[in-house]
């Protein structure tokens, strides 16, 4: 099994790259293959160009850190993304991979109107939201939108399936056992 681990965390010290450092360990000591798509470290740029808009309609691009990342994507099993709530949502440059990589005809396609996914080989994935709101506010006051948005809207219309989110925040931060769970420790 081959995880793709996605970084939008641009702070070194960050809780989000505290969380993929612990990841990593996990990751290792179950002798399991992974990649680390770290955005701010590979200076990714969330901005379409006219270019690359026009280039969308086509299910094309001409960003090659796009291409190495749909490879890094079509040859995973899992994907994990880890990010810092900004106003209740992820961060642009998350934003913007989701826009400038889950192209059409390459995680999804159309059919009668409504999107098929494509990015079946991917079985399972783990997001993971890290955030100063506990988890009662994002749930019942906010109808959960990571849930709603990134999981059912982005990672379930590419046909990523069997996603669970997970938030770490003021009431967890020191708690690793969400993460162990979801490997099965």
């Not at 079985?123 to 749930?139: A, D, F, P, W």
Request: proline share 3%; aromatic share 10%; with cysteine.
């Amino acid at each position: 099994m081959k995880s793709t681990i996605i970084l939008a965390s641009n702070n070194e010290k960050s809780f989000s790259k505290e969380i993929v450092n612990k990841l990593i360990d996990i990751l290792t000591q179950n002798k399991a293959q992974y990649e680390i798509i770290d955005l701010y470290k590979d200076n990714f740029n969330p901005v379409m160009t006219a270019k690359q808009e026009q280039l969308y309609t086509k299910g094309e691009t001409d960003d090659e850190l796009v291409k190495k990342y749909q490879k890094h994507l079509k040859e995973s099993d899992e994907i994990i993304l880890v990010f810092p709530l900004w106003f209740n949502n992820v961060p642009a440059i998350l934003k913007g991979f989701f826009d400038k990589v889950f192209l059409k005809e390459f995680a999804f396609t159309e059919e009668n109107n409504k999107p098929k996914g494509l990015l079946n080989n991917i079985k399972s994935g783990l997001v993971i939201s890290t955030s100063e709101s506990n988890s009662g506010y994002l749930t019942e006051e906010l109808n959960n939108p990571i849930e709603t948005v990134v999981v059912k809207g982005t990672l379930g219309v590419c046909g990523i399936e069997n996603v669970e989110y997970i938030n770490m925040n003021v009431e967890n931060k020191d708690k690793y056992d969400l993460i162990e769970k979801y490997f099965g420790e």
